[in-house]
């Protein structure tokens, strides 16, 4: 597998015709963690939703491509298979489908007919797995995220991350709801996914996240738009002294979205 | 009423009730019924217009068929829900409205347990048979389809299971629909004596299509003191054949009858299901799945009886609706004066997949006495755009989006059927219907 790069132009985005993303640009690329941080209502999520084509969301200008690819002409299905993820921050609950079942559809989902993985090979994955983002073995047979817990939620979207190996993953506050032990197995599932062929994109409002999972660029969203870049130590910055520097230097006053 | 068209006369039916050497009981029964149900009027399922649906006029009366000579030369899904032969199998197979193969083990033979063909028992077992068919569950007067039954009933079985006989393994029927010029008119009858048991298990399979086609089904299930009936049918018939399926029980005392029935029929089709607890202490659970799908319309009526003290009624039915069908999801739950000490349940759901289905669910509870128990859940909804999403957005595709939200929704049900066999059946079945 070789580097893959997600590269967003000019996006902008509405739901129920209010435009939410009022030209976004970034660049991802494999082997590099990018976190966007902001105040709430400035962007973020739609952002993430918009990428994995989330029904709601309309993309009203601009482009998103994965190496090349035209992501916008592709379906939900088509998006993930091409090496896209999102982990949600409010994952479906599905009655009647277990975890397990549903985990092997995605990894199957990749494979041609005929191809698809052995039980045994899943269920020894999928236990390593487990065990490393300390989840009870019984959480498999369970009803996908039915009656999960916060944390358990989340756990459970890194333990699909970590299944399926998607070039690109958008984490969209994986920290929210998560106790400091919870963080700590999270990031380290996270973590264990770096590598020269997996980029990542975090979204989140505490730079508490990044001290477990480093970025190597940080962007600040306001007003639908990425207002200012940096490295790890933007985020520092921001944990110290919060938003208003920003918003004193660019002029703005309210940074969420009108 | 005129104007209905009929594919049959009284001749015919003198014919029919000859060549099967029946006995003169039974003619009579046809020509009565036959006489009776030119006036008597259709049922009338709740929300359902059915007086358009075509419930006479088919092919043939009855076509001979065939019969296979080896359960391994039957078709593919036939084999499918019968497994592999062996020694202690007790299997009816019936080709169209030819019965070909019946298998009973000797063991159960020397413990005087019947089970054979609608025409056999009607010959050899006539004065057992009389006492049950359309004379204490179902009545051949009361409407046209039930009329119609008695006057032309083809094919079917006769299952009794004598007092303490306890019968382990399933005993199963198969009926195969490969003739589309046939017409289905199937009488069961299981008649379960004192502390007896059995499994009984049916399917109805089409392995052809047909321009226009009727299934006219009744079954009787008789449960004797504190005996236990467990019932499970998988109805897959083609669709354009019109099917009104009627299967009843009564329970004297501290008699148990369960369903499993998972009607997958591509045809319109009303299906009633009724339990009757006569006897103080008896129990009735129902447990239904259906999957609608093109363009069929169908009705279900589940409904529990209490007569007796202390009985217990229990019915749990999900259904999926896909493309432009339409079902009804009746269920009534019904206490009478003196039934003190009963307990009636129900739950109702139905799952649309498309903006054309329609699904419509009646929790019904009639009570007539005061220290009763009861209670109901109905549910009617569309799949959940977010679900499919989140399902999507792991690579999953649609189409298997959908059947694991479909498979998902069916399973609380399916889960809890008491019958294994129609457990693994009618997953199989559900996977296909979902999947084209």
């Known amino acids: 597998m070789s580097q893959s790069t997600l590269t967003i132009k000019d996006l902008h985005v509405a ?19 990018h976190a966007i941080m902001g105040p709430n209502g400035t962007g973020k999520s739609t952002l993430s939703s918009a990428i994995m084509g989330h029904p709601k969301y309309e993309v009203t200008q601009g482009t998103i491509t994965l190496d090349g690819e035209d992501v916008l002409e592709m379906e939900v299905d088509e998006r993930a298979r091409a090496g896209l993820f999102l982990a949600m921050q409010y994952p479906s609950e599905i009655t009647g489908v277990t975890n397990a079942e549903f985990l092997r559809s995605a990894v199957n989902a990749r494979r041609e007919e005929g191809d698809e993985i052995s039980l045994m090979k899943f269920i020894r994955q999928m236990d390593g797995n487990m065990d490393l983002l300390e989840m009870d073995q019984d959480m498999a047979q369970r009803y996908l995220n039915e009656g999960f817990s916060g944390g358990e939620k989340k756990r459970n979207e ?17 920290d929210s709801g998560l106790d400091i032990d919870a963080l700590k197995v999270v990031s380290k599932g996270i973590n264990k996914m770096r590598g020269e062929d997996f980029g990542c994109l975090m979204i989140t409002h505490y730079q508490r996240l990044l001290n477990y999972i480093t970025p190597d660029h940080v962007h600040v969203m306001m007003q639908g738009k990425i207002v200012k870049s940096g490295g790890a130590e933007l985020a520092e910055r921001l944990e110290a002294e919060g938003y208003d520097w920003i918003k004193q230097e660019l002029g703005i006053e309210d940074e969420t979205v009108q | 009423m005129t104007e209905t068209k009929w594919s049959v006369d009284e001749s015919l039916i003198r014919d029919f009730s000859t060549a099967n050497n029946e006995p003169e009981w039974l003619l009579n029964v046809r020509l009565d019924a036959f006489k009776k149900a030119e006036d008597l009027p259709l049922p009338k399922p709740d929300k359902t217009k059915i007086d358009k649906w075509n419930f006479t006029e088919f092919g043939a009366h009855n076509v001979q068929s065939a019969p296979f000579n080896a359960l391994s030369a039957l078709p593919e899904a036939a084999q499918a829900v019968i497994g592999e032969e062996n020694d202690t199998q007790n299997v009816y197979v019936q080709r169209n409205n030819t019965p070909s193969i019946l298998k009973l083990s000797d063991e159960l033979k020397e413990a005087g347990v019947i089970f054979t063909d609608f025409a056999t028992a009607a010959k050899e077992h006539s004065d057992l048979f009389q006492k049950y068919f359309m004379q204490q ?14 006057a032309l009933v083809n094919g079917g079985i006769f299952l009794y299971v004598p007092k303490n006989v306890e019968i382990k393994e399933p005993v199963q029927a198969v009926f195969i629909h490969d003739d589309a010029q046939a017409a289905l008119f199937n009488h069961v009858i299981v008649a379960a004596e004192a502390n007896s048991s059995v499994t009984y298990v049916e399917n ?30 998988v109805d897959t018939l083609t669709e354009n054949v019109t099917t009104y399926v009627n299967r009843r029980g009564i329970t004297a005392p501290n008699a148990r009858i369960e369903w499993s029935l998972g009607i997958m029929n591509d045809g319109n089709t009303v299906s009633e299901n009724v339990t009757n607890l006569i006897g103080d202490g008896s129990y009735a659970d129902t447990k239904m799945v259906v999957v609608g799908r093109g363009k069929q319309s169908m009705n279900f009526t589940t409904k529990v009886v209490h007569f007796g003290k202390h009985t217990e009624g229990y019915i749990l039915k999900h259904g999926v609706m896909k493309d432009e069908a339409k079902s009804i999801f009746n269920g009534i739950g019904k206490i009478e004066h003196g039934a003190s000490k009963s307990n009636a349940e129900q739950e109702s759901r139905v799952l649309m997949l498309s903006e054309k289905a329609r699904g419509d669910a009646n929790p019904i509870l009639l ?10 859940a109905a549910s009617v909804g569309r799949v959940d755009p977010l679900q499919l999403y989140y399902l999507m957005s792991r690579g999953i595709s649609q189409q298997e989006a959908e059947r694991l939200v479909i498979h998902g929704f069916l399973a609380p049900v399916v889960n809890k059927l008491p019958i294994e066999n129609v457990k693994k059946q009618l997953t199989g079945v559900i996977e296909r219907k979902v999947r084209q």
């Open chain 2, 204 to 233: 109805y399979i089409s392995t052809v299509k047909t321009e226009q086609g009727v299934a006219n089904i009744v079954t009787e299930v008789i449960a004797g003191d504190n005996a236990q009936i467990s019932y499970g049918a």
């Open chain 1, 15 to 33: 739901i129920d015709g209010k435009e939410i993303l009022k030209g976004v640009n970034l660049e991802i690329k494999g082997g590099e963690f």
């Open chain 2, 137 to 150: 569950v179902v009545k051949a007067d009361e409407h046209k389809l039930t009329a119609l039954h008695a």
């Open chain 1, 158 to 174: 890194i333990l699909q991350l970590m299944t399926i190996e998607p070039k690109i993953a958008i984490l969209d506050e994986i």
């Open chain 2, 367 to 376: 009570i007539d006495e005061d220290d009763v128990t009861a209670g109901h």
